[in-house]
């Protein structure tokens, strides 16, 4: 069965960091790339950031870019997303993808497989 399980989440006051990572099982997704996306209540689901297979790619949505960090280890099968300076805006679930390429895309119509998501809530 596979599975990709989100950890890291958590209430932190603004300006603080949050480690948020994702760990798959039932499957190697080292020849895929990851992303991660986020869905704050009452509003659709949105991308946040994304990453190649190698690592060598990445992609951020404009509101994340420049404090939040996505990388990867593949011996470990999992992602991560470093978050820093954290805003109240920033409060939602955010769940991790594998999209069915090698190459990182924005749209949640290339990813496959979603964990269940974890929680960030950021106070002001």
């Known amino acids: 069965q596979v599975q990709l399980v989100e950890s890291g989440g958590g209430l932190v006051q603004a300006g603080g960091s949050l480690r948020l990572s994702c760990a798959a099982s039932g499957r190697s997704f080292i020849r895929n790339a990851m992303g991660w996306f986020r869905q704050a209540p009452g509003k659709e689901r949105e991308f946040v950031a994304a990453?190649?297979?190698?690592?060598?790619?990445?992609y951020y949505a404009g509101s994340v870019k420049g404090r939040f960090t996505i990388s990867r280890d593949n011996a470990k099968n999992t992602v991560y997303l470093q978050m820093n300076s954290l805003k109240p805006e920033d409060t939602a679930v955010y769940s991790c993808?594998?999209?069915?390429?090698?190459?990182?895309?924005?749209?949640?119509?290339?990813?496959?497989?979603w964990g269940q998501g974890t929680q960030v809530t950021v106070s002001s």
């Open positions: 990453i190649s297979w190698s690592g060598g790619t990445t």
């Open positions: 993808a594998a999209d069915r390429t090698v190459l990182p895309h924005t749209s949640e119509a290339f990813y496959d497989y």
